[in-house]
């Protein structure tokens, strides 16, 4: 059974930094794309990163590149998220998410099979 399992979340000031943390199971590691989404309250779920293990690829959507990265531990199957320069708009439900697949043409959500439960992250003013 595909587990993802969010920590890290919480509550921040702005400016401030976080490092969510994915951890996985289930599944072979190195197969999988795994990204991250994000969804505030009333908006859309929005595609920020994903990592594809099996030749470290990785990329960053445009609206927070600069200061979120993505990286992975193989030897844990866990894949993080650091979050720099934290703004209030930032404030979210964060996901973890998977699919059995090469890293998609477009960062969309119908694009991934299984979705973790999500972690809030708060940035105060």
């Known amino acids: 059974e595909v587990q993802l399992v969010e920590s890290g979340g919480g509550l921040v000031q702005a400016g401030g930094s976080l490092r969510l943390s994915c951890a996985t199971s289930?599944?072979?590691?190195?197969?999988?794309?795994i990204a991250w989404f994000r969804q505030a309250p009333g908006k859309e779920r929005e595609g920020l990163a994903y990592?594809?293990?099996?030749?470290?690829?990785?990329y960053v959507a445009h609206s927070v590149k600069g200061r979120f990265t993505i990286s992975s531990d193989n030897a844990k199957n866990t894949v993080y998220l650091q979050m720099n320069s934290l703004k209030p708009e930032d404030t979210a439900v964060y996901y973890c998410?998977?699919?059995?697949?090469?890293?998609?043409?477009?960062?969309?959500?119908?694009?991934?099979?299984?979705w973790g439960r999500g972690t809030q992250v708060t940035v105060s003013s």
């Open positions: 998410v998977a699919a059995p697949l090469t890293p998609p043409p477009l960062l969309l959500p119908q694009a991934f099979d299984y």
């Open positions: 289930g599944f072979t590691f190195r197969d999988y794309t």
């Open positions: 990592i594809y293990n099996n030749n470290l690829s990785t």
